[in-house]
Structure formats: C-alpha cells, structure tokens
C-alpha cells in the first residue's frame, strides 16, 4: 500500500475532510496527491462501452458504433485501491464522497472511527442527529438532513472481527446528489 494512512473528518455538508464536497477533480487529486495517494482508477463508462464493443464485433465492426470524437471524462474517481469514491456532478464539483472499509483509512466523527464500530452503533449515532431518522436496514439507508449514506451492512467487510456487521460503505453527498437520489426512487 502507498501513501500516508488516511484520518477523514465526516463533517455534514462539508466533506470526509481534507476531502470537499464541491472541489473540483484537479484539487482533490492535488489534495490526495500531497496525502501521498494517486487516483487508483476513474470509471469510465464510455470506456467500458468502447471494450465490450471491440471485444465482441472486433476493431472494424466496432468504429460502426463508437463516437468520432474522445468521449467526455469520467464522472467517478477513486483512491486508495478503490476505497475513496468520489463523483463529480454537471458543475464538475464533487457532489458525493464514499469512504469503504480499508485498512489504511479512517473516517471519524466526533473522535470515533465509523469504520470499526458495529453497523448498528453508527447507525445508532447518525440518526441521533436527524428530526426524523430512517428505519434501520442493513442495505442501504440516507440520512436526508446530513445527506449521509450507508450502504451494505454485512460482517464480511469487518477487517478486524469477521463476525460484526459493519457498512461496506459510507457517504456523504450534497444538495444536488440527494436531488439525484430522490429523482431515482
């Protein structure tokens, strides 16, 4: 593994900081990049696309149905083999960043790291700071006044005790994801 160990800050409606909600790519690559962490991949869905097309009809049979000029950049970037997942929306700013279990990262709130606490108490802690919080479930839950996010608790992702549940991913959005979100359900 590469780079520093990583403490990220979860602060609603700011970032998992020094990550921000609302930097650009360029500054959170320079950010990550001074953290000792270069981006470890950028989902490109055209890409993907441009592969399967050539894998399956060959390089002739495939210009047919790919685009004459380079396809836009990737709206996703990730870090620290693919456990930073940041997306980027129509401004180019970050609107979502997901922080999976690593063993190099920490995501802390109030002093505690979320990502060894059990499922159920990080749970437990984010819907005491909602009006009204979301029933618990162990697939996915939104936090809409943090615009907080958990997703997947199972104990397979525990690095330290297999037999805990804990998210396989949390995140935390800003105005225009949770927009995305809604629009989608």
């Given at each position: 593994?590469?780079?520093?160990?990583?403490?990220l800050?979860?602060?609603?409606?700011?970032?998992?900081l020094?990550?921000?909600?609302?930097?650009?790519?360029?500054?959170?690559?320079?950010?990550?990049?001074?953290?000792?962490?270069?981006?470890?991949?950028?989902?490109?869905?055209?890409?993907?696309?441009?592969?399967?097309?050539?894998?399956?009809?060959?390089?002739?049979?495939?210009?047919?149905?790919?685009?004459?000029?380079?396809?836009?950049?990737?709206?996703?970037?990730?870090?620290?083999?693919?456990a930073?997942?940041?997306?980027?929306?129509?401004?180019?700013?970050?609107?979502?960043i997901?922080?999976?279990?690593?063993?190099?990262?920490?995501?802390?709130?109030?002093?505690?790291?979320?990502?060894?606490?059990?499922?159920?108490?990080?749970?437990?802690?984010?819907?005491?700071?909602?009006?009204?919080?979301?029933?618990?479930?162990?697939?996915?839950?939104?936090?809409?006044?943090?615009?907080?996010?958990?997703?997947?608790?199972?104990?397979?992702?525990?690095?330290?005790?297999?037999?805990?549940?804990?998210?396989?991913?949390?995140?935390?959005?800003?105005?225009e994801?949770?927009?995305?979100?809604?629009s989608?359900?």
């Amino acid at each position: 593994m590469k780079g520093k160990p990583l403490v990220l800050d979860l602060i609603s409606g700011k970032g998992a900081l020094p990550l921000r909600l609302g930097a650009t790519r360029q500054e959170l690559v320079a950010e990550m990049a001074a953290l000792g962490h270069q981006p470890s991949s950028e989902l490109d869905h055209n890409a993907i696309l441009q592969a399967a097309l050539v894998a399956t009809l060959g390089e002739e049979g495939a210009k047919e149905f790919l685009p004459d000029e380079p396809p836009d950049r990737s709206n996703t970037l990730y870090f620290v083999e693919n456990a930073i997942e940041i997306t980027f929306g129509a401004d180019e700013t970050a609107n979502f960043i997901g922080v999976s279990q690593h063993p190099q990262i920490s995501l802390c709130l109030d002093g505690a790291n979320l990502m060894q606490r059990p499922a159920r108490k990080v749970f437990d802690l984010l819907a005491a700071r909602e009006k009204i919080a979301p029933p618990y479930t162990s697939t996915e839950v939104l936090f809409q006044s943090q615009i907080i996010t958990l997703w997947n608790a199972n104990p397979q992702y525990d690095i330290q005790d297999p037999n805990v549940p804990v998210w396989a991913q949390i995140g935390l959005g800003n105005a225009e994801y949770l927009s995305a979100i809604k629009s989608a359900q």
